[in-house]
């Protein structure tokens, strides 16, 4: 988390150096791009439901509020996508909740206590899990900040105005659930920003987030009403790709261990199993297909998969909906991957066997 707070001087944009930056006290590094994340809990339901809202706002008006997701944090995360699972211990300075009394902050503690909840109602351990600091003003200073971009992010209101409201029986897809938020936020979902100066005091500056938003299903997708009785759905693809194909528009690469999905391949090639997947785009060539992701052409070079730029695109082919190299689905890493930890993809036998899926998006 070093960086991430100072006093305001000669200011830099994160995430667009293109050399080493020494000086960190106004410039956010190695956490260059910031992640405001947002649940829509239904089961057990946090926040604030649109009907119980609507009900208080006739009984006391002017209280009003479109924001009905709850935040659940600010987060800095390296500009290849991956990110630190954890800080400094030794700067966490305990209860938030008595941090921000102590500075008279109650407004601002009276709103967390309304849209950045714990599930399990422990908001003030939720709270003290986000980061770390090196004053008690930087805890205000973070929260407030936090608190402010999350006023600015109606998610609530940019789905709804593409007719997208909380239903018991209806689904959607996800290309509209992005088109609506990129309508309003200006990139695709996953609120994600570069930062000119510091977090404390710096511009926040709206940017397509590193690896990819999601890996969730194309279409089927619920939106729960929050009242608590029901319980959340998932939807599967509704078809699976078996051939080379299926490998064509963008994608993600899920990894499977034998029938257990576990992780996806993000930007460089690299298997994790913790961050956001890349989106992959597949090209036909030939008798199959390139692969090609933020970073560049994909190709197997020195037997490993690897996406950079300058790199000669390997053509590849599909057998059974999973990628293939010279006829064969099996790939090789020395572990499955865990944590913040990115695992090297080998076309030749290593300690773990893996296949990679192609996800349609």
């Known amino acids: 988390m070093k960086g991430h707070w100072g006093p305001l001087g000669p200011m830099g944009t994160s995430c667009q150096n293109n050399t080493a930056v020494s000086d960190l006290c106004c410039f956010n590094a190695p956490g260059g791009q910031m992640l405001q994340t947002q649940f829509w809990d239904t089961n057990p339901s946090t926040g604030i439901s649109r009907a119980f809202l609507d009900f208080i706002c006739r009984l006391l008006t002017p209280f009003r509020s479109n924001t009905h997701w709850t935040l659940h944090g600010l987060w800095p995360d390296h500009c290849d996508g991956t990110y630190d699972a954890n800080c400094d211990s030794s700067r966490n300075y305990g209860s938030i909740n ?34 770390s600091y090196t004053s008690k003003q930087e805890v205000v200073d973070y929260f407030q900040t936090a ?42 979902i996953w609120y994600s920003y570069n930062v000119k100066g510091s977090v404390q005091s710096g511009t926040f500056i709206p940017v397509n987030p590193s690896g990819t938003s999601s890996t969730c299903a194309s279409s089927g997708i619920k939106y729960l009403p929050k009242s608590g009785s029901a319980s959340p759905t998932t939807t599967a693809p509704t078809s699976t790709p078996t051939s080379g194909t299926g490998f064509s528009g963008s994608g993600y690469l899920n990894g499977y261990v034998g029938t257990t999905q576990t992780g996806c391949l993000i930007s460089a090639g690299t298997w994790y199993s913790t961050g956001t997947c890349a989106t992959y785009t597949a090209t036909a ?26 790199l000669t695109a390997t053509v590849f082919t599909a057998s059974g909906g999973k990628l293939a190299y010279n006829g064969a689905t099996t790939f090789y890493a020395a572990a499955i991957p865990s944590g913040t930890t990115q695992q090297t993809v080998y076309t030749t036998s290593n300690s773990v066997s893996v296949a990679f899926q192609w996800q349609s998006v």
């Open 147 to 188: 608190v402010d971009l999350f006023k600015t992010l109606d998610s609530y209101a940019w789905l709804a105005a593409a007719g997208i409201v909380p239903s018991s029986t209806a689904t959607y897809t996800s290309a509209a659930i992005q088109a609506a938020l990129k309508k309003g936020f200006g990139y695709s």
């Open 98 to 131: 008595s941090i921000l009394s102590s500075f008279g902050e109650t407004e601002l503690l009276s709103y967390m206590n309304t849209y950045w909840l714990d599930e399990n109602g422990d908001n003030d351990s939720f709270w003290s899990m986000n980061t």
């Open 285 to 310: 060539s030939g008798s199959g297909f390139t692969l090609k992701s933020s970073k560049g052409n994909c190709a197997i070079s020195s037997g490993t998969f690897s996406c950079a730029s300058g």
